[in-house]
């Protein structure tokens, strides 16, 4: 770190040691801090913004006043190191390692199976081992309250809440026998299924044993007087005063300068919109910020106080008031709840959340609804200002003068007769900003129900908080009553009014959402005047509105016992953990940016085009190249060798040439010798274009202009266009479906370093294909492919996005390493890897189905179009695997599909787990849900009448059995109680109006290997070392999907010898070369055969040795061995399934087998808010014989998940030019903790067996996404129901994902219905819907 002026010595402890900074750099977090600096790369970073919880670490501070001490977890990756001056930082390194001692919170994490890729997993323990600081013993609640913040792209996060429970005092109970009967309530288990895990074993949490705060802290808090302290960094200065007096002065020197208290709203700007403060304040050290002073009319609160303490104070005084005086404590109390995570309450400041002023903040209109004000301070004195509408002036703008400081908070005590309430809608329901929030506040004459006094305050209504003041006028000196409110709605319809393209989109959801929440505030006001006796009527029961039920529930995972015979060393079909589990709870696993710098090592920042079409007529990198740390600017021009790759005849520019063809594809790149150097210096490219005509950016422009990526592909069997003369019915539909961001929580990363001789490379990524990435990365150099090593060692997660753009990546990176001859890193933000990489396929599907009026589908024409974006990729293969399961789990005798990849100018998009079956087969089971809605029939009988039986045939001519569909089919229907809950689901739709319970079942079969013959090979390398340990290595890569740990199982069972003698260092190309994808489900099944075929020669090898001297050990075998010459090294080789697709023909085989399910979701929907809740999951899958339940019950969950994701929250966004709007997780929702379904149970097939892979088993790592859309289509059933209740019944379109928004407005309430709709075509959308 560079200075230009002196500073103070920053002091600090991080894991128990003493840290002093002579240079502080305000720039600086404590992410990089600890990463770079310490190296303890334990803590990670997904996504930069406080958005991830994977850098979550635990603060501590003693406070002098009170003389105690505080822990609280917080995102690492915004805390400025300069605000951690005297406080103790705890890190997963400093609670546990492999070396010493785990933690339990550590082993009970990896023990339940709750880490797979494990780049979450230090970010889950941190959260959880900070509540256990505070509370030893806590309830659900608060585990899923400190998890909430915490992102898992792998887990379903079933098995990490399960490992935290095991810390409650009231876990033991299965409670899941179905009904959610179990222990507690007199369910019986006489039969005890086995368990992933036995919690028996658990080392037990003993809080003494933990880290103590350091005491030379303490002292230094109690003896030194506090010093103004000041640290200058490269470009930013930072002053924490420690008195008002001198806090109010700098502020009126420096009224520019902002006042980090949290630093979540200023810390994102400086991270993501490059927003410079020459100066920043740290009023963190001033007593009078945080103050709390009570009076007779309420309390004042320092401004200070982060928004965790304001909870617990209001808490604190909700407990000690009658209810009438907090009425205003209680909303801020359920409002402060749904706030942020508890990482982003633990720092973020009152004051700064009223200051920042966000259109929708959640705070701010329930103070100003609750008639707050501020204290504020200048050097022209104090005064106070209220917060009403005439606060917030425009978009994140106070009447505040700069130079003002917020000193304190006054929130009054409510009146008798005064009633405060919050409500709030969000993308997802916890840790997401919401769509709109608002705070209502009505004062009634005493006894009357006249209204004296009434405030509405809304958020995400426009620029500002907003005040519906006509709204309140209209009601105010009025009685409650059904005509003052219909007017008031009326009114509010007129008030509330949002340009229809309006920033942020969603206007007709939002305008109706305010219409929403008026009318539930209607209901509380009208059941509190009922309980208060001023009004006495009934309230018609199916009017109630009841919160949404939350507390995840023990599930179940059913799975088959080993038989007594195998012996106890045999590993295979038991559920071992994966073997990484532990290194990556404690941060000792080493993923790709954990490396240490290499010596002169660079950093590369991408420059990306910020048009859609256009060509460049410059690349200006003169400014650049002026930057610090700033060594090279690299160019398509640098490139030695290939400056394109090539398939099915379309070439992709590696670094664009002369033309860009969307917005983020990548220009150029910028080496320089720290991270944040390179970003700069990549601003600083100035690029110039020349914009071309028309960019495509729709799937509808696509067709129009017809641009296409050839093959387009057709497949069809019988004859489509009779059958459907000869049908009862013919019906027609359509569906969209929109894409998916892989969001691996590991962004893309790669370190390339040049040997020095011979043009010789070494390659780190994280690749899923590594012989694909050295291919790439010779070609670009132009040297053959044995001057090029790549290594995997982990991903911290794939999903299908990590083959063909990480090879480009590190082609990129690989030219900047062989042109300036340094190392060279590569490790993309969140945001660059978001607009970068592309995603999932988006899809528009069309469909006409004849049908009986016995329910039998005859005929059934579909027509799919995908976005491919900007370059084929694998778009055209994704085209071809949506028409070869057109026929899911259904045998339609007569069946046609065309398929296309539409061209357009959007970021390419790529395989993502399912490879367009998710997409398909979602449009086919959406057309059967149609014709049960056209007949009046239940969705499940159409599909029961239409399912393959017995020896079956596909539309491809492929034989196959389908008893396992049908057992599976059955066994979940049986294990879900379909038929009682579907009658009790009906029966809860009659008693409420405004909350529908929906049910779906869903099948699935799906085809596992790859149809490209070739692709189905694998090769290992087993090495046998003198001492008896064992290296294996094989051409399949670790992402989380626990590879490595069946493979060791397997070489366990071939060699006879326990797993712990067998280690799995990496993937690389050096040892087993020529390797195929870790992809289509299909890693286990090639690799395991290639690792038990060199297991089995060696073990012929071995046999005369064995027979020599029968007793062993093995260790002696070896040795012996070793000293009669033979071999202990052997390849094994897997020649694969020969498997084709004649498109010509249409037939073939292109899969290996199928694996087979079944899965029903029930959800309560709230119609006038869109949220809802999955109430349970009964999943059931026929995976053959599972080589460990643990991992597949992992991939089972895990994909569940993000196909429920998928399917119902998340949406990429791109703006009318092209660029993508959704660029993290403060934008881009993917499923957290509260998505799971409370009651979630898994099973898997007993009796099946697979004779086409090993030990007979099957892949599991893509089917169950689709099982996801369990959940689509029981919110389509609750929506149907709430449909009906207004006259609305047959088919209507819902389309993908089903979110909030569309779920709620497809429910036709009367109330939401009022919202004018603004006619597409009539104005230009805020976010093009492509
Ligand atoms: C991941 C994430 C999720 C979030 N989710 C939500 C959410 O769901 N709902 C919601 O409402 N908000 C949410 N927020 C916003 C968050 O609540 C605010 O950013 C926060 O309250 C700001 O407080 P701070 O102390 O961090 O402000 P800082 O970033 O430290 O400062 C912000 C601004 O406030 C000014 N300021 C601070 N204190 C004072 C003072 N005493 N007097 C005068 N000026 C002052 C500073 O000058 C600065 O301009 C989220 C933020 C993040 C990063
Ligand atoms: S990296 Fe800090 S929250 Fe994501
Ligand atoms: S294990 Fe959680 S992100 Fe991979």
């Known amino acids: 770190m560079s200075t230009s002026q002196p500073g103070d010595i920053l002091c600090f402890f991080i894991n128990g040691k003493k840290v002093t900074e002579q240079h502080a750099d305000p720039e600086t977090m404590l992410l990089s801090f600890l990463r770079e600096k310490m190296r303890l790369t334990g803590t990670k970073s997904g996504c930069g913004g406080g958005g991830c919880g994977a850098c979550t670490v635990m603060v501590s501070r003693y406070q002098p006043a009170t003389k105690t001490i505080i822990h609280f977890s917080a995102n690492a990756c915004l805390l400025p190191i300069c605000q951690l001056h005297g406080a103790a930082v705890t890190t997963v390194e400093g609670i546990g390692s492999t070396k010493t001692r785990i933690h339990p919170v550590q082993e009970r994490i990896a023990k339940a199976h709750g880490s797979q890729c494990g780049f979450c997993t230090p970010g889950m323990v941190m959260a959880m081992y900070t509540l256990l600081r505070n509370k030893p013993q806590p309830n659900m609640e608060d585990i899923q309250e400190a998890l909430a913040g915490n992102l898992c792209r792998c887990t379903g996060y079933r098995p990490i809440v399960d490992g935290c429970r095991t810390f409650c005092e009231e876990t033991n109970c299965c409670k899941a026998n179905g009904s959610g009967n179990g222990c507690l309530n007199g369910g019986s288990h006489t039969d005890e299924p086995e368990r992933l895990f036995d919690k028996d074993e658990f080392v037990q949490l003993d809080p003494t044993q933990e880290l103590i705060f350091p005491p030379e802290l303490l002292l230094m808090a109690e003896r030194e007087t506090p010093q103004t302290l000041s640290f200058h960094g490269e470009r930013m200065s930072w002053i924490s005063p ?25 810390g994102p700007d400086i991270k993501f919109k490059g927003v ?25 609160v320092g401004a200070g106080c982060s928004l965790a303490e304001v909870r617990s104070l209001m808490e604190k005084l909700a407990a000690q008031f009658p209810q009438e005086k907090t009425e205003l404590f209680r909303a801020l109390i359920q409002q402060l709840g749904n706030l942020g995570s508890v990482q982003i309450r633990n720092v973020a400041s009152l004051g700064g959340q009223i200051i920042s002023a966000y259109p929708n903040s959640d705070l701010n209109p329930v103070l100003a609804a609750g008639k707050c004000k501020v204290s504020v301070i200048s050097e022209g004195g104090r005064r106070e200002v209220p917060l009403d509408q005439d606060f917030f002036v425009g978009f994140c703008k106070t009447v505040l003068k700069p130079e003002e400081i917020i000193v304190s908070v006054f929130i009054p005590f409510t009146r008798k007769g005064e009633l405060v309430r919050v409500f709030r809608q969000a993308p997802r329901k916890e840790t997401s900003f919401a769509t709109v929030t608002s705070g209502m506040r009505v004062f009634f004459c005493e006894g009357s129900r006249v209204v004296q006094d009434v405030s509405v305050y809304y958020g995400g209504m426009g620029a500002t908080t907003v005040s519906a003041a006509k709204t309140c006028a209209a009601i105010v000196s009025r009685p409650w009553d059904d005509e003052t409110l219909s007017r008031a709605y009326d009114v509010l319809l007129d008030e509330l009014v949002l340009p229809p ?25 009208l059941q509190k005047l009922r309980e208060t006796k001023v009004i006495t009527d009934e309230p018609p029961a199916r009017m109630k509105i009841q919160p949404l039920p939350r507390e995840i529930q023990p599930g179940l995972q059913e799975f088959q016992h080993v038989s007594s015979d195998q012996s106890e060393q045999d590993p295979v079909g038991r559920p071992i953990m994966h073997r990484s589990a532990l290194s990556q709870a404690t941060g000792e696993a080493v993923y790709c940016d954990d490396m240490p710098p290499i010596d002169g090592e660079l950093f590369l920042s991408l420059v990306t085009s910020a048009r859609a079409h256009a060509k460049i007529t410059g690349i200006d990198a003169s400014e650049a190249l002026k930057l610090p740390g700033v060594v090279d600017v690299i160019t398509a021009k640098d490139i030695p060798g290939k400056k394109v790759r090539a398939s099915f005849g379309y070439d992709e520019d590696v670094l664009a040439q002369s033309e860009v063809s969307c917005v983020g594809q990548m220009v150029c790149a910028v080496v320089a010798d720290t991270r944040e150097h390179a970003k700069r210096g990549a601003y600083a490219v100035k690029i110039s274009y020349e914009d071309l005509p028309d960019p495509i950016f729709t799937i509808e422009e696509a067709v129009e202009k017809a641009s296409y990526f050839e093959p387009r592909r057709k497949i069809w069997r019988g004859d489509v266009t009779e059958a459907f003369k000869t049908v009862d019915h013919v019906h027609e539909g359509r569906i969209k479906l929109g894409g998916q961001e892989h969001f691996y929580m590991e962004t893309q990363s790669m370190l390339a370093i040049p040997v020095g001789e011979e043009t010789e490379f070494n390659l780190y990524v994280s ?28 991903m911290g997660g794939a999903f299908g996005g990590k083959v063909t753009k990480t090879s480009i990546l590190a082609s990129i990176t690989a030219v900047a390493a062989w042109k300036t001859n340094r190392a060279v890193r590569c490790v993309l933000e969140r945001g660059d890897d978001m607009l970068i990489t592309g995603a999932r396929h988006p899809v528009q599907a069309t469909y006409k189905v004849g049908f009986m009026n016995d329910g039998r589908i005859l005929a059934a024409d579909f027509e799919y179009f995908t976005n491919a974006g900007n370059t084929i990729d694998e778009s055209v293969l994704v085209a071809e695997k949506i028409l070869l399961h057109l026929d899911n789990a259904y045998d339609i005798p007569n069946l046609r599909g065309r398929s296309a990849a539409c061209r357009t100018h959007l970021p390419s998009n790529t395989a993502f787990r399912g490879f367009g079956v998710p997409q398909s087969l979602l449009v086919v089971e959406n057309m059967v849900n149609d014709v049960a809605m056209k007949l009046g029939r239940p969705a499940h009988q159409i599909r029961e009448i239409n399912m393959y039986r017995g020896p079956s045939v596909t539309h491809y001519n492929f034989a196959f059995s389908a008893e396992n569909l049908l057992r599976c089919w059955d066994e979940c229907k049986a294990k879900a109680e379909f038929d009682a809950r579907r009658r009790a689901a009906d029966h809860f739709n009659q008693q409420n109006r405004w909350r529908k319970r929906g049910m779906s079942i869903i099948p699935i079969k799906y085809g596992i290997a790859f149809a490209e013959s070739f692709l189905n090979q694998a090769a290992a390398l087993v090495h046998i070392y003198k001492d008896g340990s ?16 069946k493979m060791q199982q397997v070489a366990s069972r071939e060699l006879n010898i326990p797993p712990s003698k067998i280690y799995i260092s990496e993937t690389s190309t050096n040892t087993v070369p020529n390797t195929c994808p870790s992809a289509a489900s299909f890693g286990t099944d090639a690799n395991g055969m290639a690792v038990q075929n060199a297991c089995q020669i060696l073990h012929q090898r071995l046999k005369p040795i064995r027979e020599k001297n029968p007793k062993g050990p093995w260790e002696k075998w070896i040795n012996d061995a070793f000293f009669e010459k033979i071999s202990l090294s052997a390849t094994g080789f897997y020649r694969g399934h020969d498997l084709y697709m004649d498109w010509e023909k249409m037939e073939g085989q292109p899969y290996a087998y199928y694996t087979f399910g079944a899965c029903c979701s029930e959800v309560e929907l709230d119609c006038l808010s869109g949220d809802y809740r999955t109430l349970r999951t009964d999943l059931v899958v026929d995976i053959g014989r599972s080589v460990n339940p643990s991992v597949d019950i992992g991939q089972i969950e895990g994909a569940f998940i993000q196909g429920l994701g998928l399917y119902t929250m998340e949406e990429l966004k791109f703006s009318p030019s092209g660029l993508l709007y959704t660029r993290g997780p403060s934008q881009y929702k993917i499923p957290a903790v509260c998505d799971v379904p409370l009651h979630f149970n898994i099973y898997l097939l007993p009796d099946s067996h697979n004779p086409h892979a090993i030990y007979s088993s099957k892949g599991i790592g893509e089917p169950t996404l689709f099982l996801g859309s369990s959940v689509f289509f029981a919110i389509k059933d609750a929506v149907a129901a709430a449909r009906s209740e207004s006259g609305l019944v047959g088919p209507f379109t819902l389309n993908s994902p089903a979110t909030p928004e569309k779920a709620c407005l497809a429910c036709a309430l009367p109330l939401t219905q009022k919202v004018p709709v603004s006619k597409p075509g009539s104005f230009k959308p805020w976010a093009l819907d492509i």
Do not use: Y
Request: charged share 15%.
């Open 242 to 266: 420690v008195s008002l007096q001198e806090l109010v002065q700098l502020k009126t020197r420096n009224p520019k300068a902002p006042l980090v208290m949290g630093n979540t709203n200023i």
């Open 276 to 300: 410079l403060h020459p100066l920043i304040i740290s009023p963190f050290r001033v007593k009078e910020l945080f103050g709390v002073t009570h009076t007779p009319k309420g309390v004042w």
């Open 501 to 525: 393209s309006a920033p942020g989109g969603k206007v007709e959801f939002r305008r109706s959402l305010t219409l929403s929440f008026l009318f539930k505030f209607n209901l509380e006001v």
């Open 767 to 794: 690749t899923q294909w590594p012989t694909l990435t050295q291919d790439a990365v010779a070609e670009t150099l132009g040297i053959p492919a044995n001057r090029v090593t790549c290594h995997v060692k982990r």
């Open 1030 to 1045: 064992v290296l294996v290595t094989h051409g399949g890569t670790e992402m989380g999907q626990g590879i490595h740990t």
